[in-house]
Each structure stands twice: as structure tokens, then as C-alpha cells.
T-cell receptor, first 111, second 113 residues
Framework: KQEVTQIPAALSVPEGENLVLNCSFTDSAIYNLQWFRQDPGKGLTSLLL?????REQTSGRLNASLDKSSGRSTLYIAASQPGDSATYLC??????????FGTGTRLLVSP | EAGVAQSPRYKIIEKRQSVAFWCNPI?????LYWYQQILGQGPKLLIQFQNNGVVDDSQLPKDRFSAERLKGVDSTLKIQPAKLEDSAVYLC???????????FGQGTRLTVV
């Protein structure tokens, strides 16, 4: 059974810092991995999708890496801003687009 | 492009009552999902449709939950009778294909008292 863990559970940083969020999964047989952002009371917004054959994806200040063999992914946020404050969730696609989610990292960026 | 639409946004019911949620996916998306997100946890898949057929409902409590996707477009999720532990956000999502980005709706926050 696939299990996804995210560390840390919460993170508080001052504006401008670079930061790394971690995601680990127990079964390396995945189709892809997605990072999502969730604002309070809102749905999930997809940030990056990495196919199993890829090593990383970049979008603006965000960079996500995938090491399938070790069951790890990281989300790197450069020059963090208060508007980045949200909960970040990673989800692995175990097949037929069935997503298994981690419990998320709650990020607070203070001005 | 319009996103995934869900209604209602909020619902408060008493235990043992019934409730229904509605979802309209992004146009053209064959795959539709219902997820349950309990406070402080990641979303958990309840049911996945491919067009109007069920792909996975292994985690759907079938004694009280039911879902349908008539005509392969919009979908309804029903709970009858509701329990206190059903209090959660119910998220609908859709995707174009099995390796594509999944788009989520705003969710319906259900409180069972």
C-alpha cells in the first residue's frame, strides 16, 4: 500500500528565504507526482507535475525534483513571499490517475 | 477555461440526515473523482469515474455513500444517513487523461452535528 509522508508538517520563514519541502513515498512504482497548493477554505491548485521518467520540473520560482528509486521528491521555493503562505501537498499517481496524498506542509512566510 | 464547479459550498446537517453534493467537471475531461479531506489530513479518494463507469470505489463506504455520473458529465455524491465522522471537505476533481494534471473544485464543507 502506497504511503506518502511530508516533512516538515509546518514551516515558518521570513520573506525572501529559499526553502525546501520534502515528500517521500514507499512504493517507487508511480506514474507521476504532483505538487499542489491549498489555501484556507479553498480547493487544490496544481503547481507542478513530474512524470516518472523526469527528474525535475520548473515553473517560475518553483522547482520540483523527483528521485523515484529512493522514493523522494522535493519542492524548492526561491525568494519566498507572503503570498506563498499556504499548505503544500504532494500526491503520487499510483496508476490510472489514482492519487495518494501526503498530509501536507503548512507554510507561513512573514513580511 | 471554466474550472471544476461544485455546489453547495457549505452544508450543515444533523446526524442521520441525508445530503447530496453536485459536481460539474471541466468540459471534455473523461475522468472525475470525489475526494474526502478531513481537517489536517490530505485528501482521500472515495470514487473515480472514467466517463460514466466506476474505475475505483474501494474506499467508498458503500453502506452510506453513493455516487453517480449519469451521461458521463456531471456527478452527484450522496450520504445517507450521515454520521459525525463524515464532517469533512468533499472535493471533486477531473482530469483529461491518466497522466495529466488533476484539477480540483473549491470543495463542499460538510458539518454533521
Amino acid at each position: 500500500k502506497q504511503e506518502v509522508t511530508q516533512i516538515p508538517a509546518a514551516l515558518s520563514v521570513p520573506e525572501g528565504e529559499n526553502l525546501v519541502l520534502n515528500c517521500s513515498f514507499t512504493d517507487s512504482a508511480i506514474y507521476n507526482l504532483q505538487w499542489f497548493r491549498q489555501d484556507p477554505g479553498k480547493g487544490l491548485t496544481s503547481l507542478l507535475l513530474i512524470q516518472s521518467s523526469q527528474r525535475e520540473q520548473t515553473s517560475g520560482r518553483l522547482n520540483a525534483s523527483l528521485d523515484k528509486s529512493s522514493g523522494r521528491s522535493t519542492l524548492y521555493i526561491a525568494a519566498s513571499q507572503p503570498g506563498d503562505s499556504a499548505t503544500y501537498l504532494c500526491a503520487v499517481n499510483t496508476g490510472f490517475q489514482k492519487l495518494v496524498f501526503g498530509t501536507g506542509t503548512r507554510l507561513l512566510v512573514s513580511p | 477555461e471554466a474550472g471544476v464547479a461544485q455546489s453547495p459550498r457549505y452544508k450543515i446537517i444533523e446526524k442521520r440526515q441525508s445530503v447530496a453534493f453536485w459536481c460539474n467537471p471541466i468540459s471534455g475531461h473523461a475522468t472525475l473523482y470525489w475526494y474526502q479531506q478531513i481537517l489536517g489530513q490530505g485528501p482521500k479518494l472515495l470514487i473515480q469515474f472514467q466517463n460514466n463507469g466506476v474505475v475505483d470505489d474501494s474506499q467508498l463506504p458503500k453502506d452510506r455513500f453513493s455516487a453517480e455520473r449519469l451521461k458521463g458529465v456531471d456527478s452527484t455524491l450522496k450520504i445517507q444517513p450521515a454520521k459525525l465522522e463524515d464532517s469533512a471537505v468533499y472535493l471533486c476533481a477531473s482530469s483529461l487523461g491518466v497522466a495529466d494534471v488533476t484539477f480540483f473544485g473549491q470543495g463542499t464543507r460538510l458539518t454533521v452535528v
